[in-house]
């Protein structure tokens, strides 16, 4: 089972960007489609972007598409999220999931990391 950790989370103005990290352990990322979810303050955690375990097909969801852009790289046991032009309403904790092809369940979650765009 993979162990995912999270980084670079943050404060920042509206307007600004900042890039996320999703560090696993083992020899097994690649096989797992990789996933980000956040959760507001007082909020559902919501689904914001995945990426297949080649990294040739990415997902959005509607609020962050434009703005976001979700990567990995393999040979680092790495997956990313490059944000830019952040909104207030991005705030929340951003989690990365892995998730094995057929399945719905997560097998890993990462502790997740705070970001926080001020008006």
């Known amino acids: 089972q993979v162990q995912l950790v999270e980084s670079g989370g943050g404060l920042v103005q509206a307007g600004g960007s900042l890039r996320l990290s999703c560090a696993a352990s083992g020899r097994t990322f690649s096989r797992y489609i990789m996933n980000w979810f956040r959760q507001a303050p007082g909020k559902e955690r919501e689904f914001v972007a995945s990426i297949s375990m080649s990294g040739v097909n990415t997902y959005y969801v509607d609020s962050v598409k434009g703005r976001f852009t979700i990567s990995r790289d393999n040979a680092l046991n790495t997956m990313y999220l490059q944000m830019n032009n952040l909104e207030p309403e991005d705030t929340g904790v951003y989690y990365c999931?892995?998730?094995?092809?057929?399945?719905?369940?997560?097998?890993?979650w990462g502790q997740g990391t705070q970001v926080a765009v001020s008006s």
């Open positions: 999931a892995a998730r094995s092809p057929g399945t719905t369940l997560f097998a890993s």
